[in-house]
């Protein structure tokens, strides 16, 4: 059973960071986020990629365990270009070319439209809305989005947010987002919609979970050797909707073990460009990291 089901772009990513560059890498909101929740669960992707794309990747993606048959075949891949400075961040858009990504239709394959859980990860919200309504009856619908989308299409982008039950974003996403400098009043703004759940990612200072009448603040894991931030919002996003489909318990308490869970996939992310580091770690990694998590707390 293909559980969660998770649209987003697949990409080539040419990068560069103070600790070095890469040209046409493997990337993408989907791409990222399944391999995240592939430690918990059993993802499939629902994307489009173009005839560039080097077909190892998928064989990649599949020895992961992500289902790659919800990506079809457009002419040319979804290709970003960014840059980070000394701030890691905030990642600095050179260029982004949609290609294929312009004329996508969603295609959901039947075994996955009875999934229980989906993550709507950054890409087209119009896109985003369509999945939405060709998923039968999903228990969970988490979604992330960026600024270039805020910028291009809110008003499909709220519509979406209307209709998930938990957000994922940034906080200057979120500032932008609600209009307030506010990141309590932001939270606060997206709960009066239909969203049950608001977290906020604050970068490498941790990220905050709101719920109706509480709130939690999970620490960022103090890192000594960043590459690149790239995707760790996507794979922080992935592994929180792998967790709770593999847990099943949508709890306020089970949420927080999600967010720390989200946070230690995302800052193993970091260690490495592209996806090389969530190649090499294993579960015992991921577990030993949570276990740091929960001493960091402890006073
Ligand atoms: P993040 O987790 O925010 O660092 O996401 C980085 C990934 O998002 C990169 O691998 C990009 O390919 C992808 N990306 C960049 N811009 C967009 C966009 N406008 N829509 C969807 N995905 C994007």
């Not at 592939?38 to 994307?47: E, R």
């Not at 290609?99 to 075994?111: A, F, G, Q, R």
């Not at 939690?216 to 489909?245: M, R, V």
Request: charged fraction near 25%; proline fraction near 4%; charge should be negative.
């Amino acid at each position: 059973m293909i559980d969660p089901v998770i649209i987003g772009t697949v990409a080539l990513d040419s990068i560069e960071t103070p600790f070095g560059k890469i040209q046409d890498a493997l990337g993408g909101s989907a791409c990222y986020a399944s391999i995240a929740a592939s430690f918990f669960s059993k993802p499939g992707i629902l994307s489009i990629i173009g005839e560039d794309f080097p077909n190892k990747h998928i064989i990649f993606l599949n020895e992961k365990g992500v289902d790659t048959k919800g990506i079809i075949l457009g002419d040319k891949t979804f290709k970003w270009s960014g840059f980070y400075e000394f701030d890691m961040n905030e990642a600095k858009t050179l260029r982004t070319e949609l290609n294929s990504l312009e004329s996508y239709k969603v295609e959901v394959p039947d075994d996955y439209k009875n999934a229980k859980y989906v993550f709507l990860a950054n890409i087209d919200p119009e896109l985003q809305l369509d999945v939405i309504s060709n998923v039968n009856k999903p228990e969970l619908v988490v979604m992330d989005t960026m600024n270039f989308w805020i910028d291009q299409k809110k008003e499909h982008l709220l519509k979406a947010i209307d209709k998930a039950d938990i957000l994922v974003l940034n906080d200057a996403e979120a500032r932008q987002l609600f209009d307030t400098p506010n990141l309590v009043k932001a939270a606060k703004a997206c709960l009066k919609m239909h969203t049950k759940a608001v977290i906020i990612k604050k970068g490498e200072h941790g990220a905050l979970l709101f719920t109706d009448n509480q709130h939690f603040n999970a620490p960022g894991y103090p890192l000594e050797h960043i590459k690149d931030p790239t995707g760790c919002g996507d794979s922080f996003g992935g592994a929180i909707t792998g967790y709770l489909a593999k847990t099943q318990d949508l709890s306020e308490a089970n949420l927080r073990k999600a967010v720390v869970y989200g946070s230690v996939i995302a800052s193993y992310n970091a260690e490495d460009f592209s996806i090389e580091k969530l190649k090499r770690i294993k579960q015992e990694d991921i577990e030993n990291r949570y276990k740091e998590f929960k001493a960091i707390r402890q006073f």
